[in-house]
């Protein structure tokens, strides 16, 4: 069973450039989440997607945005980056017949 | 408004005693709880759920225990390793498209 991958590693961008970040769910998995953890802080809920179609989303600007594809896969869009964006974004996936989510490693954004 | 609370963001156990996380949350609509490990560059790790309508879940050496009336709940490790050793989150959600609200976490540190 292939766990939860995402790419890239490390990322650092400029203050107002756009970014995309790429997430695979582990296999038998039909639905992704994405978080977003700041320094000294639990993961925050940024959206959710099942059946290539955002149906859930936390308390985030619109210009975060996402896709998810036929084989469950998924990306986040981030425009017009701020230095707040700093973070670790991390995706979940999960069953829709289930709570419980399983998190990839991660990627780790820098906003200079 | 933090809706889900770890107030020990450290707690030092020696090895082989029990090792108690705290958590408290103000949302009464949560259904679900989970508990999640992370080691540094890592993504969380799922270790284990409760059900709102249950009020204690054991799976090996963790156990969760739910209490609804003071919206509280609590890991307990036994015995506790050095592998234990992790920044545990404590989760929650009210299901369906909610996405999972944490804690901010708790660094148990195993003294061998």
């Known amino acids: 069973e292939t766990g939860v991958t995402q790419s890239p590693t490390h990322l650092i961008k400029t203050r107002g450039q756009q970014v995309t970040l790429r997430c695979s769910s582990q296999?038998?998995?039909?639905?992704v989440s994405w978080y977003q953890q700041a320094l000294g802080q639990g993961p925050q809920f940024i959206f959710q997607?099942?059946?290539?179609?955002?149906?859930g989303r936390g308390n985030f600007p619109p210009r975060f945005s996402g896709l998810q594809f036929p084989n469950y896969s998924s990306e986040l869009n981030v425009n017009a980056l701020e230095l707040d964006d700093s973070a670790l974004y991390l995706c979940?996936?999960?069953?829709?017949?289930?709570?419980?989510?399983?998190f990839g490693p991660g990627t780790r954004l820098t906003v200079t | 408004d933090q809706q889900v609370k770890q107030n020990s963001p450290s707690l030092s156990v020696q090895e082989g005693r029990i090792s108690i996380l705290n958590c408290d949350y103000t949302?009464?609509?949560?259904?679900?709880f989970l508990w999640y490990k992370k080691y540094p560059a890592e993504g969380p790790t799922f270790l284990i759920s409760?059900?709102?309508?249950?009020d204690k879940n054991e799976d090996g050496r963790f156990t969760v225990f739910l209490n609804k009336s003071a919206k509280h709940l609590s890991l307990h490790i036994v015995p506790s390793q050095p592998g234990d050793s992790a920044v545990y989150f404590c989760a929650a959600t009210r299901g369906g498209a909610d996405g999972l609200t944490f804690g901010k976490g708790t660094h148990l540190i195993i003294q061998p």
């Open positions: 409760i059900s709102s309508i249950k």
């Open positions: 979940a996936s999960s069953s829709s017949l289930r709570y419980e989510q399983y």
């Open positions: 949302n009464s609509m949560f259904d679900y």
């Open positions: 997607y099942y059946r290539e179609e955002e149906n």
């Open positions: 296999s038998g998995h039909n639905t």
